[in-house]
């Protein structure tokens, strides 16, 4: 279809071709799923000192107070990959 708009005896071949019996000129637009627009999670990133220390993937309504909560409620995270965890927390000597 986008094609018919730069090449459009070229597209209505291939529009023959593909089996449409109508001329490409005629089909319409194909329709959109609004439910495929919505994202069910995204990435908030946690920085300390402008360095990045973890990304979590949170509800896309989740406030900014929440965000700011220790751990916001989800429980033990586990380690970051390729960090061992500390056996008294995450701070050595804490």
């Not at 360095?51 to 380690?79: F, I, M, N, T």
């Amino acid at each position: 279809m986008i094609l018919s708009l730069f090449a459009p005896y070229t597209a209505e071949d291939m529009w023959n071709l593909l089996g449409h019996p109508a001329s490409v000129a005629n089909a319409g637009w194909p329709a959109h799923d609004p439910a495929l627009l919505v994202r069910d999670t995204v990435t908030a990133v946690v920085q300390v000192q402008g360095k990045v220390r973890d990304r979590l993937e949170v509800s896309p309504d989740v406030s900014e107070d929440q965000l700011r909560e220790p751990g916001l409620g989800l429980g033990e995270r586990p380690a970051c990959p390729g960090r061992p965890r500390h056996p008294h927390g995450d701070r050595p000597g804490a």
